[in-house]
């Protein structure tokens, strides 16, 4: 039984120590940056995609 209630505190210990450990914390904030400047770049490159073939593609193949 003693045993059982060491290897508890342990548990907690280690999970306190975890839960209090802030140095992944910065690398996660500018993945998630990253990750949404990405996302706004694809957006703003498929949304434009169409008018850039309709205008530019379309009046050089008409013009050949």
Do not use: H, P, W
């Not at 039984?1 to 910065?26: Q, V």
């Not at 904030?29 to 400047?37: D, K, V």
């Amino acid at each position: 039984m003693a045993r059982k209630l060491i290897s508890l505190a342990n548990t907690r210990r280690a999970a306190g120590c975890l839960l209090a450990d802030e140095r992944g914390t910065t690398a996660i904030e500018y993945a998630l940056i990253a990750s949404g400047i990405g996302a706004a770049i694809v957006s703003v490159v498929y949304g434009l995609g169409n008018t850039v073939v309709n205008n530019l593609y379309d009046k050089i193949a008409a013009a050949f």
